[in-house]
């Protein structure tokens, strides 16, 4: 089943692309205002996680940001990879090695999550 591309999916799209750091819904929610309902918005998200768009990540806050991986050299997030959140700007980044897990014979993995937390570079230096 194709999948329509709605105003409201290209809206969050170029809103994603945009942002500087991965984001949580609350963020987009908060940025896109009254164009878009919370639920749409989750919704849309889903989406474009199950379809490779980007990917999701379970912050070490327990909330889950969204983000497209600059890494990925092709249209569909394929890769494990390290999310990097800096405790003083709040700075949500995909670290660039990709992350080779062996698992057991007969294990197959459906997901990763890594996440780090600290100071990025530039909030190293102010420090």
Do not use: W
Not at 41 to 48: A, D, Q, T
Not at 86 to 115: A, T
Request: hydrophobic share 35%.
């Amino acid at each position: 089943m194709n999948k329509r591309n709605t105003k409201t999916k290209q809206l969050i799209l170029e809103t994603l692309k945009n942002a500087e750091t991965a984001v949580s819904q609350d963020i987009l929610q908060e940025e896109l205002g009254d164009a878009v309902d919370r639920a749409t918005i989750y919704r849309v998200l889903n989406s474009f996680c199950d379809d490779g768009i980007v990917h999701k990540i379970l912050g070490d806050d327990g909330k889950y940001y969204f983000a497209f991986c600059v890494n990925c050299t092709e249209k569909k997030h394929h890769h494990n990879h390290f999310h990097f959140r800096c405790l003083e700007c709040g700075k949500i980044e995909c670290l660039p090695n990709e992350v080779d897990i062996k698992l057991p014979k007969g294990y197959r993995s459906v997901n990763f999550n890594g996440f780090i937390s600290g100071y990025c570079a530039a909030c190293s230096r102010a420090l």
